[in-house]
């Protein structure tokens, strides 16, 4: 029986979503001309399409459609990514000199985000077969060999999102997947550690490899220091304190929608941090807009709503008997949960900001119908348990 719970819970986030829509994007709609109801319409399309998507994939029979759509998504958009820097820029939308998006009638399609999905099947169904009767203890370098075909693929996958895409947010979001996908399939802490630690040094190198995200850093850490520098010993803070670096222009307006809210906000269509001081509160900042409109309260609500989300894939997976259906599940909750963690850390100042859609609530048809298809894939999956 699919898990109806499930279910209801996105459904509400994406109505939350197209709420959201609406209230947070009227700075953007009157800069650029758009009809009032511009993003509404469109995100009520995209989620509408999502519910349908996850409502249609759920009635499939599992043990067919569930192989064929993860590896389908997997390789036919894998093909998109490497594909869009060979068009020409009259069908790719470039953001920063990126390439991200291949344009469609009325519609822009961002291919990284259906590729996930297929990513973390793709690595559900090899991790499966690769250590189904692998109980056998080894030592760190034997799991670094058995696992280094994974690393290659990854590899390829940071240049074509980090470097060509200019989106390591992305990355962090695949990295920290992988790592724990590897943990859940049977691999050991130690390993487990080894490609936590190389990550943290591959996200250092592009990060100094990089003016754009130094100044990013530079940029958070002058909002962040006075904070952290606080609990430091002097002579230690006076070394690590950076002067004159440049104000984190959309963290201080971030925060200050979050205090303006309060704790019961200031009510629905009443945000005034909207109109201008912080831009795309729709999409990145879509959590401060929250903050603000519907305070400490509607914060929590949706923060309870994606745990509850999240606890229920989780659940499905662990009463899952096959090893697939298990990974798989493990997989879609780790890349929601990692996302709305990475966001609502960065609109707190808690860390930079990475540019990572809020899971059906951000504004994007790409990332609402991927996510869409992701769930489908586990409702239909949790028709095969009690």
Known sequence: MVDKTLFILASILITIGIIGSYTFSTYTTLLYGYNEFHFLIRQLIAGMGAIVLMWWISRLDPSKWTKIIGISLFIIFFIL???????????????????????????????????????????????????????????????????????????????????????????????????????????SFKLFLTLIGSAVTLFIIFIFTSEHRINRILSWWANAQNYILSYLPQTIAEKLRVENAPEPYQISHSLN???????????????????????????????????????????????????????????????????????????????????????????????????????????????MLANGIALGLVLMISKKIK
């Open 81 to 187: 990514m490497i594909s869009m820097y060979f068009l020409p820029s009259s069908l790719v939308t470039s953001a920063g000199g990126a390439k991200r998006w291949i344009r469609l009638p009325g519609f822009s399609l961002a291919p990284v985000e259906f590729f996930k999905i297929g990513f973390v099947y793709f690595l559900a169904w090899s991790f499966s077969r690769k250590f189904a009767n692998d109980d056998k203890k080894k030592v760190l370098l034997e799991e670094i060999k058995m696992i280094l075909p994974y690393m290659v693929v990854f590899l390829f996958v940071v240049i074509l999102i980090a470097v060509f895409q200019n989106d390591l947010g992305q990355v962090m979001v695949l990295g920290l997947t992988l790592s724990f996908m590897l943990f859940f399939a049977g691999r």
């Open 257 to 367: 929608a979050i205090h303006h809210g309060g704790i019961f906000g200031t009510g629905l269509g009443e945000g005034i941090l909207k109109l201008g001081f912080l831009s795309e509160v729709h999409t990145d900042f879509v959590l401060a807009g929250i903050a603000e409109e519907f305070g400490y309260i509607g914060v929590f609500a949706v923060t309870v709503i994606i745990a509850l989300m999240i606890h229920r894939i989780f659940k499905i997976a662990n009463r899952s008997k096959d090893r697939l259906d298990y990974l798989f599940c493990i997989g879609v909750g780790l890349l929601l949960g990692f996302s709305f963690l990475i966001n609502a850390y960065g609109i707190s100042g808690l860390t930079p900001i990475k540019g990572i859609a809020v899971p059906f609530l951000s504004y994007g048809g790409s990332a």
